[in-house]
């Protein structure tokens, strides 16, 4: 937990380094390929975002926005209540496509390694940041608006 909590920090910290008052994120839900929210450091890193508040868009193909979100959100709002703002925030928040969310952003945040996510990044208009939780390339990219964690 401890671990977790520092790689949120530390991510948290690197958004906040880039000025960025508009923050898009690539996957919001534990891991890829699942809808659970359960455990997701990405939810935590939300609800931080939000509560400094940033402006926040979201896509997970894994939590379609024109899908039956209702059912994990309410799951959350019972099973996480320290993360009740941002779950109610998210029927609100969440786009239809990655391009979306990474072309009407300050910061893009992705943080899983789904298919299309690489694509989205490497599309997002210059100036953008991009936060790579999870390595999208296997080359890291010279590009100074480029930062990683966790890898």
């Not at 508009?22 to 996957?27: H, I, K």
């Not at 939590?63 to 099973?79: I, R």
């Not at 910061?107 to 789904?114: G, P």
Request: aromatic share 6%; hydrophobic share 45%.
């Amino acid at each position: 937990i401890d671990t977790n909590n520092a790689h949120v920090q530390s991510a948290l910290d690197m958004i906040e380094r880039t000025g960025g008052r508009r923050v898009g994120f690539l996957g919001i839900t534990f891991k890829p390929d699942t809808d659970d929210l359960r455990e997701s450091p990405t939810l935590d890193l939300v609800a931080a975002c939000l509560a400094r508040g940033l402006s926040v868009r979201i896509f997970d193909p894994n939590l379609p926005a024109d899908g039956d979100l209702e059912v994990h959100f309410a799951y959350m709002q019972h099973a996480r209540p320290d993360l009740r703002a941002a779950v109610s925030a998210l029927p609100q928040v969440m786009a239809a496509s990655a391009d979306a969310v990474g072309g009407d952003c300050d910061v893009l945040v992705v943080s899983h390694n789904a298919h299309g996510y690489a694509a989205a990044a490497a599309r997002r208009p210059e100036g953008t940041a991009l936060v790579d939780l999870v390595r999208l390339f296997p080359d890291l990219p010279a590009d100074r608006d480029y930062h990683g964690i966790g890898w």
